[in-house]
């Protein structure tokens, strides 16, 4: 039997996100509530009951933009989604709804984010790829590890008297991202999308700074799930670039990981060929492909909304130029379809 999920049965679905091998951090119930109160989506979380027992779980968003259209998303706002299952047939029957509920809805198209290649038939976006680490349990090796230009920047940081602490605040992280973020050309999301994946994942999220004499450098906003680290919402200040404090930054993510047993470093997804493709090889990560597939409903192709398409060059160009105030009211306007 297909349910939706409720409030009343957020533990049961997290239970089986825990125990199900296939599934990541952005496959649980949680993000039910982060995106409805952050972005006021319409939210399927699908899954099958089999004689009282969860057999399989969707997470699906609906995104509907007349800027940038109209879809149906596992999970958007989030590098991976798609299908969980203990068994083929639960995976199919989800798979099958999931299909339906599209055509229902009239959305352009369904995006289903796996990590692996599911349905080969389908047309898949091989736009990302994603950054996955083994961590030793001794922290010198994993500097040993980076290879030596992408060390000697972590080294320049360190040397730099840079310092890094625990915030239980996201003030500064918001400054420092939004900075980075506007400096890219990409709207912002807004300060309560990050209050709220505080709130409602607080004991997986951790926000580290990084400041050099009291000054600001950069913040990083991380997950911590099963036994992975993900570094996933970060940015630098100006003053970064100069004192090497975004590579400074991750390193103590990756050491304050090591001392709590974390056993794998999940740098995120990255669009093939842009700088955070390259700062990430650079750390001798090797980049795994993304299988981004999407069942076409009233679109006719894969639908190209990324910074990378020619024709956002020119929004993008005059977005670098708006006063970081500007940018941080206008943004979060934009980025709530950006998923």
């Not at 039910?32 to 399989?56: C, P, S």
């Not at 989800?94 to 299909?99: N, Q, S, T, V, Y």
């Not at 080969?120 to 976006?125: A, G, H, L, S």
């Not at 420092?176 to 994942?201: C, D, H, M, Q, W």
């Amino acid at each position: 039997m297909i349910k939706l999920l409720d409030k009343s049965n957020h533990a049961r679905w997290d239970s089986f996100v825990q125990t199900a091998s296939e599934a990541t951090f952005f496959h649980q119930a949680g993000w039910q509530e982060v995106i409805e109160r952050a972005f006021g989506h319409k939210t399927y979380f699908l899954y099958v009951e089999n004689n009282g027992e969860i057999t399989a779980i969707l997470p699906l968003v609906h995104v509907n933009s007349l800027l940038f259209g109209n879809i149906l998303v596992s999970t958007a706002f989030c590098v991976y989604g798609g299908v969980v299952a203990k068994d083929d047939s639960s995976a199919l029957i989800l798979d099958k709804e999931a299909c339906r509920l599209a055509e229902e809805l009239g959305v352009d198209c369904l995006e289903i984010r796996n990590r692996v290649q599911k349905t080969p038939q389908r047309p898949y976006k091989d736009l990302y790829v994603t950054f996955r680490k083994e961590l030793d349990p001794v922290l010198e090796n994993n500097m040993l590890s980076i290879p030596r230009k992408q060390r000697a920047m972590v080294r320049k940081g360190i040397d730099a008297g840079l310092s890094s602490s625990i915030d239980s605040d996201i003030e500064k992280l918001y400054r420092a991202y939004s900075e980075s973020v506007r400096n890219l050309g990409t709207p912002v999301f807004s300060k309560k999308y990050f209050r709220i994946l505080k709130e409602v994942f607080k004991d997986q999220c951790e926000v580290l700074i990084v400041d050099l004499n009291g000054r600001l450098v950069a913040g990083v906003m991380s997950f911590y799930f099963k036994d992975e680290v993900l570094p996933y919402y970060g940015g630098g200040t100006e003053l970064a670039r100069h004192v090497k404090g975004n590579d400074f930054m991750y390193w103590e993510v990756m050491r304050r990981a090591v001392e709590k047993n974390i056993k794998i470093f999940d740098y995120g997804r990255s669009k093939v060929g842009t700088g955070s493709y390259h700062f990430k090889k650079n750390w001798g990560f090797t980049p795994e492909p993304l299988y981004y597939e999407f069942y076409l409903t009233g679109a006719d192709s894969v639908p190209d909304i990324n910074p990378l398409n020619p024709k956002y060059r020119l929004f993008i160009a005059a977005w670098k130029h708006l006063p970081l105030p500007v940018s941080q009211i206008i943004g979060p306007w934009l980025s709530k379809y950006l998923g």
